[in-house]
């Protein structure tokens, strides 16, 4: 047994593929299986159903796949702390984040991050809210930015308010209105996004008794930006979605207002590595000292 076993068994489970594992990990795909193969004739389990489908957990690989976290998640910890030790010179940062957290918060506290530590590497997997909320409390990411407030039992601080706004082309003529007011929208062509924002926009229809009835459901926002510009419907977003965007769209704010809370959380303060620790404390004041969000 060893920890590159433990590495490949984990990386299969989370892509769902053989191929990927292998390429994720640099290993050729035989050598990928030769290992998981060997691991499972050691412990005279079978951890794993390979099919055309991809690979499933067996129910000894579910009963067992928490353990072989934990264990992984403490050998990096033991190798950050050396890590402290020695001026954090190496170590692994394993983030939980969406696509407008990464555009517009990440590059700048990961630049100002590795300006100091330039040793340490990052790892970002992306999801929506309820993913990478349970990816903190299982342990495959150490910190993540969620919807705030989030579980009781995770450690969590508030961040950021982001207003939600209604967006529209140029040429539409609501594009002029200095505010939309709710009540307007089952009247208009809408486009629905998923994105990790979705709940605080059913927060706020469901809060004005709305019912929508989407034109188009869109998961990436890139696409809904474009499709509003053309003018095939408007959509609900949050400002840090459509900040950096050189699009001929207008962004409107809601009547009455609505907004998406955002923090940052982990298990633990006490369980984070020194890497991971200087992360969360670093983004905490890149937020207060550097981000300067879009004025409407």
Not at 70 to 83: A, F, K, N
Not at 115 to 120: A, E, K, R, T
Not at 265 to 291: H, K, T
């Amino acid at each position: 047994m060893s920890l590159s076993q433990y590495e490949a068994f984990i990386k299969a489970v989370e892509t769902g593929t053989m191929t990927q594992a292998a390429e994720e990990l640099g290993y050729t795909q035989s050598g990928l299986t030769r290992a998981l193969n060997t691991l499972e004739e050691q412990w005279n389990v079978k951890l794993l159903t390979r099919g055309r489908n991809g690979v499933q957990l067996t129910i000894e690989g579910q009963l067992l796949l928490p353990y072989i976290r934990t264990v992984l998640h403490d050998q990096r910890r033991l190798s950050e702390r050396i890590g402290e030790i020695n001026g954090l010179r190496e170590g692994l940062i394993r983030i939980g984040t969406f696509n407008s957290v990464s555009a517009q918060w990440l590059p700048g506290m990961i630049k100002r991050f590795q300006h100091d530590y330039p040793g340490i590497r990052f790892e970002l997997l992306h999801g929506t809210d309820t993913q990478i909320v349970s990816w903190i409390a299982d342990g495959r990411v150490d910190v993540g930015f969620v919807a705030y407030p989030t579980l009781p039992e995770l450690e969590s601080e508030f961040l950021h308010r982001d207003p939600i706004v209604g967006i529209f082309s140029e040429d539409d003529p609501y594009s002029r209105m200095e505010k939309l007011n709710i009540s307007e929208l089952p009247n208009l062509p809408y486009i629905a996004l998923n994105e990790g924002v979705e709940d605080e926009i059913t927060a706020i229809l469901d809060k004005n008794r709305i019912t929508l009835d989407a034109r188009f459901v869109e998961s990436d926002d890139h696409a809904v930006i474009a499709m509003v510009e053309k003018g095939l419907g408007i959509s609900l977003m949050s400002v840090m979605m459509i900040q950096g965007f050189d699009r001929r769209i207008v962004a409107i704010p809601l009547d009455p207002q609505g907004y998406r809370d955002l923090g940052i959380a982990c298990r633990s303060l006490n369980l984070l590595s020194g890497a991971a620790s200087r992360f969360y404390e670093y983004a905490r004041r890149w937020i207060a000292e550097e981000y300067k969000p879009i004025e409407l």
